[in-house]
């Protein structure tokens, strides 16, 4: 079965030092990986995905992610964190074979000024 | 605005009253997707359509949920005879055909059972 595990409900970082947020994914096949943010009282936003290719994948805010087949891995990195990234992030992946994206639980970043 | 629309933006209703909400996806995508998010979850997926079609439902749908898309444009979906147990926000997605698209989010329907 698809999953997608993302061990922290909460990381805690300074602003302008760096941020990883941590996802593990289980699926059959080639995954396609995916990263949301989420802000209070607003939908998902679209943040960067792995399809194919490069194993570091670059987004929007400045935000990249790292694919790693051997430890089914896409944890979600920033150089210089900044107060207004503070919400809530899921990592989806998806299998070749289906259509649905499964969703991590999320975990919430908090920048401290 | 042409993004994913979703309306209304909040539904109070009473336990076993029917409710309805609205879908408008971004105009060009033939894919619309719904999934439901509870509190301190991660959304989980319901149904899709490609097209006018419904491809798939999750065992999540059960049989007082109905959704359509009656010409491949907006979606409705709704749930017959509320229980407390369906208060969740309810998402809808919309992408284009292929498996690498990018699902693009409405800011979603808060539906609160009392």
């Known amino acids: 079965a698809q999953s997608v595990a993302q061990p922290e409900d909460q990381v805690n970082v300074a602003e302008g030092n760096p941020l990883t947020v941590k996802c593990t994914y289980s699926?059959?096949?080639?995954?396609?990986l995916f990263w949301y943010v989420q802000y209070p009282n607003r939908g998902l936003q679209f943040l960067l995905k792995?399809?194919?290719?490069?194993?570091l994948v670059k987004g929007s805010y400045g935000f990249e992610a790292e694919f790693n087949k051997s430890q089914t891995s896409f944890h979600l990195k920033k150089p210089s964190a900044l107060v207004s990234d503070s919400a809530l992030y899921f990592c989806?992946?998806?299998?070749?074979?289906?259509?649905?994206?499964?969703f991590g639980k999320g975990t919430t970043l908090s920048v401290s000024s | 605005d042409t993004g994913v629309s979703q309306n209304p933006r909040h539904k109070i209703t009473k336990r076993g009253q029917n409710v309805t909400f609205r879908c408008d996806p971004i105009?060009?995508?033939?894919?619309l997707y719904w999934y439901r998010q509870t509190l301190g979850q991660g959304p989980e997926f319901l149904t899709y359509?490609?097209?006018?079609?419904?491809?798939?439902k999750s065992r999540l749908l059960s049989d007082r949920f109905s959704a359509e898309r009656p010409k491949g444009s907006f979606s409705t979906l709704e749930i017959q005879r509320t229980e407390q147990g369906d208060s969740a926000m309810y998402l809808c997605?919309?992408?284009?055909?292929?498996?690498?698209?990018?699902?693009?989010f409405g800011a979603g329907t808060r539906l609160s059972v009392l």
């Open positions: 997605a919309s992408s284009l055909v292929g498996q690498g698209t990018i699902q693009y």
């Open positions: 699926v059959s096949g080639n995954p396609y």
């Open positions: 792995y399809i194919t290719g490069d194993n």
């Open positions: 989806a992946v998806k299998g070749q074979a289906g259509t649905a994206l499964i």
């Open positions: 105009s060009e995508h033939n894919r």
């Open positions: 359509f490609q097209n006018e079609a419904q491809l798939e």
